[in-house]
């Protein structure tokens, strides 16, 4: 167990609707990764949050939103779902950066969302 | 890009050693992770070479060579639950931070 929960674990949406997907990060890090990871594939890099700012972002579109709250527990946000978009959602909470801490590079993983679009 | 290169699939048997290689396009960051992902579960952490040379963790070692852009897992005396994906991770750098990429992956089949 990481410490790491999301929600929903399984949801099923059609082309074109927006969903949110939830995380809750371990006690004690200040910052959430959330990557994608499309079926046989490795996780691809969303964005991150660290203290409630965006601290860089993968090659996703503008479509693809996050929020980070005081707490530390983030949400992702996806507009206008595309077929492509069915994947297994990760969230990744960490102590901080990587370029103030490089052993912050310890992820610790939730269990995953996973996004059906129809 | 990354670049990251490793094998899509290896299999080994019960109780012997396997090298999973990775090459990757190197960034400014000097360091590497692997992660391991069991099917329908989270990767998890497993090791992190910051330098160059070998780490070794028992079962589990790492290597890493930052000017050639290449690393290798070795895994000991495999068992049956080390059947597993695994991820090689260089961090890239984009937007004045660094960020944690990942591989493919390599899947990994122990048999008996």
């Known amino acids: 167990e990481t410490g790491v929960t999301q929600s929903p674990t399984h949801l099923i949406k059609t082309r074109g609707q927006q969903v949110t997907l939830r995380c809750s990060s371990q006690s004690g890090h200040n910052t959430v990764s959330w990557y994608q990871q499309a079926l046989g594939q490795g996780p691809q890099f969303i964005f991150q949050?660290?203290?409630?700012?965006?601290?860089g972002r993968g090659n996703f579109p503008p479509r693809f939103s996050g929020l980070q709250f005081p707490n530390y527990s983030s949400e992702l946000n996806v507009n206008a779902l595309e077929l492509d978009d069915s994947a297994l959602y990760l969230c990744?909470?960490?102590?901080?950066?990587?370029?103030?801490?490089?052993?912050?590079?310890?992820?610790?993983f939730g269990e995953g969302s996973r996004l059906t679009v129809l | 890009g990354q670049n990251i290169d490793q094998p899509t699939e290896m299999t080994a048997t019960e109780g012997a050693i396997v090298q999973i290689n990775c090459t990757y396009q190197?960034?400014?960051?000097?360091?590497l992770f692997w992660y391991q992902q069991h099917a329908g579960e989270a990767p998890t952490f497993l090791s992190y070479n910051v330098l160059d040379g070998l780490e070794d963790k028992g079962r589990f070692s790492s290597f890493l060579s930052r000017s050639k852009g290449y690393s290798y897992l070795l895994l000991k005396e495999l068992q049956m639950k080390d059947s597993a994906s695994y991820l090689c991770?260089?961090?890239?750098?984009?937007?004045?931070?660094?960020?944690?990429?990942f591989g493919k992956g390599t899947k990994l089949s122990v048999i008996p």
């Open positions: 190197t960034s400014g960051f000097n360091g």
């Open positions: 949050y660290y203290r409630e700012e965006e601290n």
């Open positions: 991770a260089p961090p890239h750098s984009g937007a004045g931070s660094y960020q944690l990429t």
């Open positions: 990744a909470s960490s102590s901080g950066p990587l370029i103030r801490d490089p052993w912050s590079g310890e992820l610790f």
